[in-house]
């Protein structure tokens, strides 16, 4: 019996490193080509690898971003936002917009909804980056759908837009509400 179980452990690893060295090789691929992530339309292996460790990067900020809001932290937030928004919008209607919308909204945030729908997204100003439709799910268990839009300035993430309880048709997913 114990060999049987080995066996599965192994035959489970092979196929782990299989999947790992086939992402891998994708991503080198994809990069190695020359391969422009934001080229439109492009719903190839080839793009989808090399916007993949973009999407992530972006998903990471995103998130911590929203635990910032949680904590009611609005200078972290403002610093968060991307230079092109706050130049555009002024300084004092983007923290207007933090302190009045965003840190409300995610202050009763517990979890995420089980959906996320993820999107490739351009800016006003012509930065590339990534559209995430969640829902935050509150401490009664309500779920309130939020969009939070992530582009990339001068080599870093930034958050170009939060649209807090707003629901978008066709990318927040209804089951969830």
Known sequence: MLLNKECRLARCLSRSVLGLQI??????????QGVDPWKPNDDSFEGYMAREP???EAEALASTFIETARAGNTAELLRMV?????QTSGRENVERHLDRAVVPFFAQHRDFGRSTTTST???ASGHFGFAFYRYSVRANGEKKPFVIY?????????VANILVDH?????HRPSEQ
Request: proline share 6%.
């Open 82 to 86: 991307s230079p092109t928004s706050v």
């Open 23 to 32: 992402l891998l090789w994708g991503a080198a691929s994809a990069q190695a």
């Open 150 to 158: 992530v582009t990339q300035e001068n080599g870093r993430w930034h």
């Open 121 to 123: 997204a351009k800016s």
């Open 54 to 56: 973009m999407r992530r």
């Open 167 to 171: 629901f978008v048709p066709g990318r």
